[in-house]
């Protein structure tokens, strides 16, 4: 270990280096040095994450190293607690493989023949999906490219949204028409990029990734899912699928980790059910509080639902930005 610590080197190994350290993390505002996300991320990867001043970090850091010495709390402004939640809408843009509506509890032909209203979850998620369209849910779509690409830009542009903080366009891995549209055709802010720690998965990501900077759209950031399980009577994650491969991922992208999600029982079950709104889990949660974190409005405090985010503000399918 260093005797000077670097805004490169990963927090877990700073913490395991100098017993007592994680206190100067917690001084600066960062204060699960334990979770699934900082023990994974460098110290400028934090540092960005939870939006403090890295190099202020780094110097109270080595001066701990030096003397031991613990700062004093910094004063971190708390962003006001939202009384109603955001206005959120789901483009499922995996045409030929949807899943999403059986996941919120919404059935085929849920969206009358010849309405543009997209249909709303029992906490009102605004949804669109091919599989609204169809008689039966496991009915095939078998279409070539171009007609995929064509629903997902009439899925945007056509379908009333009513007036959104926040739409997600939820795309099928890979670089094929689907996410490609997206990205050529759609004012997207940004894309979250989503993994599993295998290497085969990171390498396929990793395409995608290339692609969202060949098509100059920002990455916002990195969920690794499936990265471990919590084994029954064990505190330790066991990573069924080997190392997390979030870092790599981090490096490739210059994005920050925002979550590390477990292998949970718990998500199929809600699923199959219809019912995913109503998961709660802590990795879940830091995920979630880490999106938050990096869509600040003019980096300023976490912006209040209806207000404008930095992933747009969306009203009948166009983007306020």
Not at 133 to 143: G, P, S, T
Not at 152 to 159: C, E, H, L, S, T
Not at 231 to 250: K, M
């Amino acid at each position: 270990m260093s005797t000077q610590i670097t805004q490169d080197q990963v927090i877990r190994q700073v913490v395991e280096g100098y017993p007592g350290i994680d206190q100067v993390f917690k001084a600066h505002g960062l204060p699960c040095t334990g979770c699934h996300v900082s023990t994974y991320e460098t110290v400028a990867g934090g540092a960005r994450t939870h939006r403090l001043q890295l190099d202020e970090l780094l110097a109270d850091l080595n001066q701990f190293v030096a003397a031991g010495t613990v700062p004093a709390p910094k004063k971190i402004p708390m962003a006001k607690t939202p009384s109603a939640g955001y206005r959120v809408g789901i483009l499922d843009g995996d045409i030929t493989g949807p899943s999403i509506p059986r996941m919120f509890g919404l059935a085929s032909r849920a969206m009358p023949q010849g309405s543009l209203n997209a249909p709303r979850s029992t906490t009102g998620i605004a949804v669109m999906s091919m599989n609204l369209l169809l008689e039966q849910e496991d009915q095939a779509v078998i279409w070539r490219g171009p007609m995929v690409s064509g629903a997902i830009k009439q899925f945007f542009n056509d379908v009333d949204w009513g007036e959104l903080d926040f739409l997600f366009v939820d795309l099928p891995p890979g670089t094929s028409d689907a996410p490609m549209t997206a990205m050529q055709a759609l004012p997207l802010d940004g894309v979250v990029v989503v993994s599993t720690p295998q290497e085969l998965a990171t390498m396929v990501v990793t395409k995608a990734v290339h692609m969202a900077q060949r098509l100059e759209v920002p990455i916002l950031g990195v969920v690794e899912n499936m990265s471990y399980v919590m084994l029954p009577g064990s505190d330790q994650p066991y990573e069924v699928f080997g190392p997390s491969q979030g870092p790599n991922l981090v490096a490739v992208s210059g994005a920050p980790l925002l979550g590390r999600l477990p292998i949970d029982p718990e998500i199929a079950r809600l699923c199959d059910a219809g019912n995913i709104e109503a998961y709660r889990s802590d990795p879940f949660g830091e995920m979630a509080a880490n999106f938050l974190k990096i869509v600040r409005s003019d980096d300023k405090a976490v912006a209040a639902p209806g207000s404008r985010l930095k992933l747009g503000r969306l009203v009948r399918g166009t983007s306020n930005r």
